[in-house]
């Protein structure tokens, strides 16, 4: 399209500039298959698109509405101008062809009757909720994950001239997208790295989407669903490692009080004074609680010295039996 030579009728002795320049037309390489895609973007929906020869036919039509426009005048104004809003951009096509310039507005702009027609392409952000997808992790364990998608029109004309329906393509992409990610992931990834999986998607997406004139502003994963026996198991797994954890400390807190125990107990055996304050200060702790019970402590020796003459007294009675 863009390798055409100029009319015979441009090669004259008296403008040797216009055969320099042809002779550079014929010679202009043409895009190389590998970024086709790059070109096609280029091209489609670019904001410096120069205008295209509409041919004789085109030229008649043009002329033809036109006339239409001055012969109902005023009301052919009614239909000729358009009003978009400020959120809105206007993409305008000529006998099938893209306008240069780009896509119009915000505000007034004019359409010519039978020959233009255009399309409105909303620039606000739209909020899509990807629904609950049934994805299995790369541990071979199956959970139900939906999200949500932040994105805009970035590009009006390009919206509209590369892709049929840019909001539809976007969407379906953003599910298949969220499939593919999170089935390279395992579970505790998903449930403890939420951040860098949104991140992935979200580069993902925008890099996919730019073609479409999409800019994927945000992605968040709303909620993880697990199934119901292993919730059950998770829990039973938390409920053990707390007991487990519990009990450790129980057995730490014991052995720290069997220390502290025995270095009272030495403090206490080499003042013997110790006992009697401590048997003091344990009776006011129990009479400022209004309690009628008092506990009276029976000093060990006391009873060692009954058990003694108790036991005196078996044996001789027992000597006396054998002696008999």
């Given at each position: 399209m863009h390798n055409?030579?100029?009319?015979?009728?441009?090669?004259?002795?008296?403008?040797?500039?216009?055969?320099?320049?042809?002779?550079?037309?014929?010679?202009?390489p043409v895009a190389p298959t590998s970024s086709r895609s790059d070109y096609r973007h280029s091209i489609i929906g670019a904001e410096d698109v120069t205008d295209v020869e509409i041919g004789i036919c085109g030229w008649i039509l043009t002329v033809f509405s036109w006339i239409i426009v001055f012969c109902t005048l005023p009301f052919s104004l009614c239909v000729c101008f358009?009003?978009?809003?400020?959120?809105?951009?206007?993409?305008?096509?000529?006998l099938g062809r893209l306008l240069s310039g780009g896509a119009k507005g915000p505000g007034i702009f004019f359409i010519l009757p039978c020959i233009e027609t255009y399309t409105k392409v909303d620039l606000r952000s739209s909020v899509f909720d990807i629904p609950p997808q049934e994805i299995l992790t790369r541990d071979s364990v199956t959970v139900s994950v939906d999200a949500v998608v932040y994105y805009r029109v970035s590009n009006a004309t390009v919206s509209i001239a590369n892709v049929e329906n840019a909001h539809h393509s976007t969407r379906l992409l953003a599910q298949t997208?969220?499939?593919?990610?999170?089935?390279t992931r395992l579970l505790h990834e998903i449930l403890s790295d939420r951040e860098n999986i949104q991140a992935s998607m979200q580069s993902s997406l925008d890099e996919?989407?730019?073609?479409?004139?999409?800019?994927?502003?945000?992605?968040?994963?709303?909620?993880v669903r697990l199934p119901v026996q292993l919730q059950r198991a998770m829990a039973a797994e938390a409920e053990a490692a707390r007991?487990?954890?519990?009990?450790?400390i129980a057995a730490e807190g014991e052995q720290k009080a069997s220390r502290a125990l025995r270095e009272?107990?030495?403090?206490?055996?080499?003042?013997?004074?110790a006992l009697q304050l401590r048997y003091l200060q344990t009776l006011n702790t129990i009479s400022a609680e209004k309690n009628s019970t008092?506990?009276?402590?029976?000093?060990?020796?006391?009873?060692?010295?009954f058990l003694k003459a108790r036991g005196a007294a078996d044996a001789a009675q027992a000597a006396a039996s054998a002696s008999k």
């Open positions: 055409q030579v100029e009319p015979e009728e441009a090669v004259s002795p008296a403008s040797p500039q216009t055969t320099v320049h042809i002779s550079t037309q014929q010679h202009k358009k009003v978009v809003q400020e959120y809105e951009r206007a993409v305008i096509f000529r997208t969220l499939r593919n990610i999170l089935g996919a989407t730019d073609e479409w004139g999409i800019k994927v502003e945000r992605v968040e994963i709303k909620d007991e487990a954890r519990a009990k450790v009272a107990s030495e403090v206490i055996g080499n003042s013997p004074a008092i506990v009276f402590p029976l000093p060990i020796d006391l009873l060692t010295y």
